[in-house]
């Protein structure tokens, strides 16, 4: 499954009565039945009266420049508030592992080899301007995507085609049978207006699909932009009529009449701005000022209150990425060796306050993760490709080098320099040398000015080694161009991971994304033997198979040492002022989930005190 801005779903089996009719059902499940008949009500974790009003503040870093999501990322930072605007056809549950839910759509059908799908559109969906929501603007959308967004035309690559099918019917139809994930992709589309579109703004001028706007966009959702400052803030109000606000799947959601994002340069200043009550709510992301940046008065008072939130459906591989393009991280020595100068026990115990676990899988923190040897079917996989890997992998698990202690840190880099002269880099007057007389050198690209305080700590590790090391802080724009060009030699990356990986790995990890500006393959991965176990993924008919293959995919990736990876904290941290509420039962896979399911709560933020 795939992590987007809109929520990605993943699919393996329709229910049991839709396999044996083949007719339209409510849901598409990833196993058995769904958990919620067609008759539901609502979601169990949201309240369902949740009282409507008040105002939700939050922040974000960088800026923005763009409200048209077609080409997000490719010409222009989107708002990130602009998924309260638009639909998408279907919905997925918070307390089911995969399971979607019909949205825009009412229904949906595929047939049993999965060779297209066909979803049908609800007939009380509305547009902002109270026109129908019909399957021309779901075809218009899905060749807008697919033709001008290069991360949607690789998802979506096996789709050949959208076509109206009935009254208020759309069929897709796919290059190939037997992919059980494509028909709930299908649902993940984004239902732009086409008469919006294709007609003119206020000054007359054609709207172009393919360029950025600043135009306030027309949308379907529960929310509407009602004014923005450009690069700085947007504020989105609750549409009063909204055609969904009583269906089962939105009914206790979007419960506040303002949701305004604020922009920032800087985390330093954002987190400035939530301390003195510019923002409501926040995700923090920083050990230390989760350690040491909430003493102040209003924390004291307990009118900010901090809480944790588990993480029970994602998992992610957090790493220093190499950019195997260049010809000096293309031996996967010179990779490990990098891994072994980087000490995660001291750094996390010096700057991290010791709140931190290693990561050690592609998909850390699920039951996909490899682990010890493998064996049964995953070996039965690997087997298959013997020849092509390491024989330790068949025998000795995956570790992370330790270190921690000076005597640890110091055999990681007499290790390190044994690697480095293996593949052909050695010292010669205290730089590592290439046999040419080429220094080794590198340079982090980072976004985030908070980098620079563990990228320093790393350092002098590197150093020892005769490496020179640089660091290039880079502003949004020229940090997403760089990498969009793999302009860098190194940078971070996080790669989140659902409990049904499929389709989004081949844009990971695949050797048809390694060359394709704007993939995920950051680093440029090209390895026949990943490519053909994210196949085994993609097409596996059961769960059983699926663990096996993924797990097989992540001890092969862990294997060529593609990255150094990082740490990761399962749990999100947030901190907010004490105005509002959530249910009493969080769902199990999607939590906080603010702003969807929570509520302003007047009670509260009378005791809390007025905002600043």
Same mark, same amino acid.
């Given at each position: 499954m795939r992590i987007l801005t809109f929520i990605v779903l993943s699919l393996f089996a329709l229910p049991a009565a839709a396999a044996e009719d083949k007719g339209f059902v409510h849901a598409l499940a990833l196993m058995g039945e769904p958990a919620y008949k067609p008759d539901f009500k609502h979601f169990n974790y949201?309240?369902?009266n949740a009282p409507k009003g008040g105002a939700a503040r939050l922040g974000r870093q960088g800026g923005f420049d763009n409200f048209n999501p077609v080409v997000a990322g490719v010409k222009g930072q989107l708002d990130g508030g602009v998924s309260l605007v638009f639909e998408t056809l279907t919905v997925q549950s918070y307390d089911e592992i995969s399971t979607a839910y019909g949205l825009l759509a009412e229904a949906m059908k595929h047939p049993a080899d999965y060779s297209s799908v066909t979803y049908r559109l609800r007939a009380e969906a509305r547009w902002h301007d109270g026109k129908p929501v019909t399957p021309e603007d779901v075809i218009f959308s899905f060749?807008?995507?697919?033709?001008?967004?290069?991360?949607?035309?690789?998802?979506?690559?096996?789709?050949?085609?959208?076509?109206?099918?009935?009254?208020?019917?759309?069929?897709?139809?796919?290059?190939?049978?037997?992919?059980?994930?494509?028909?709930?992709i299908v649902g993940q589309l984004i239902v732009l207006p086409k008469h919006w579109w294709t007609g003119k703004d206020a000054n007359g001028k054609p709207r172009d699909i393919t360029q950025t706007t600043l135009e306030?966009?027309?949308?379907?959702?529960?929310?509407?932009?009602?004014?923005?400052?450009?690069?700085?803030?947007?504020?989105?109000?609750?549409?009063?009529?909204?055609?969904g606000a009583k269906l089962p799947v939105r009914v206790g959601q979007n419960n506040f009449d303002e949701v305004r994002f604020e922009y920032f340069r800087d985390s330093t200043v954002m987190f400035e701005a939530f301390k003195g009550d510019q923002v409501d709510f926040r995700f923090e992301n920083s050990a230390k000022n989760w350690a040491t940046g909430y003493d102040f008065a209003a924390v004291k008072e307990k009118r900010v209150i901090r809480e944790e939130f588990p993480e029970r459906a994602v998992g992610r591989m957090q790493a220093f990425v190499f950019n195997l393009r260049r010809d000096k991280f293309k031996d996967p020595r010179v990779r490990r060796a990098f891994n072994y100068a980087f000490d995660f026990e001291d750094m996390n115990k010096t700057i991290f306050f010791g709140q931190y676990e290693r990561v050690d899988s592609y998909f850390s923190g699920t039951g996909l993760a490899s682990e =010890?040897? &493998?064996?049964?079917?995953?070996?039965? *996989?690997?087997? $298959?490709?013997?020849?092509?890997?390491?024989?330790?992998?068949?025998?000795?698990?995956?570790?992370?080098?330790?270190? =921690?202690? &000076?005597?640890?840190?110091?055999?990681? *880099?007499?290790? $390190?320099?044994?690697?480095?002269r293996e593949a052909g880099w050695i010292i010669k007057d205290g730089k590592r040398v290439n046999a040419k007389g080429e220094r080794l050198t590198v340079e982090f690209l980072v976004e985030d000015p908070t980098s620079e305080r563990y990228i320093l700590f790393y350092k002098p590790g590197l150093e020892k080694l005769g490496i020179g090391v640089g660091l290039r802080v880079a502003d949004a724009a020229q940090y997403e161009n760089r990498i969009r060009d793999f302009d860098f030699?190194?940078?971070?990356?996080?790669?989140?991971?659902?409990?049904?990986?499929?389709?989004?790995?081949?844009?990971?990890w695949g050797s048809s994304a390694a060359d394709r500006p704007g993939s995920r393959n950051i680093g440029g991965i090209k390895d026949k033997v990943v490519d053909a176990l994210i196949e085994k993924v993609i097409f596996a008919e059961n769960r059983e198979e699926l663990v096996a293959a993924t797990r097989a995919l992540d001890r092969v990736l862990?294997?060529?040492?593609?990255?150094?990876?990082?740490?990761?904290?399962?749990?999100?941290?947030?901190?907010?002022?004490?105005?509002?509420?959530?249910?009493?039962?969080?769902?199990?896979?999607?939590?906080?989930?603010?702003?969807?399911?929570?509520?302003?709560?007047?009670?509260r933020a009378k005791k809390t005190g007025g905002r600043r």
């Open positions: 949201v309240n369902p060749d807008a995507f697919k033709k001008n967004s290069p991360s949607y035309a690789f998802y979506w690559s096996h789709v050949v085609k959208a076509e109206k099918s009935g009254e208020r019917d759309v069929t897709f139809s796919f290059d190939q049978p037997g992919n059980r994930e494509l028909p709930q306030k966009p027309l949308g379907s959702g529960p929310y509407r932009l009602r004014g923005f400052d450009a690069q700085r803030a947007t504020v989105y109000e609750r549409v009063p009529d909204y055609w =010890g040897v &493998p064996q049964g079917r995953e070996k039965e *996989l690997l087997d $298959a490709f013997a020849s092509d890997l390491p024989k330790d992998l068949f025998t000795k698990p995956y570790t992370n080098p330790k270190g =921690g202690t &000076p005597a640890l840190s110091r055999d990681n *880099l007499r290790e $390190a320099d044994r690697l480095l030699d190194i940078t971070n990356e996080v790669w989140g991971q659902s409990l049904s990986p499929g389709n989004e790995q081949r844009d990971y862990l294997w060529r040492d593609y990255v150094v990876p990082q740490w990761s904290y399962y749990k999100t941290r947030t901190a907010r002022w004490d105005r509002f509420a959530h249910p009493e039962t969080m769902p199990e896979y999607q939590s906080p989930a603010f702003p969807y399911l929570w509520w302003y709560d007047e009670a």
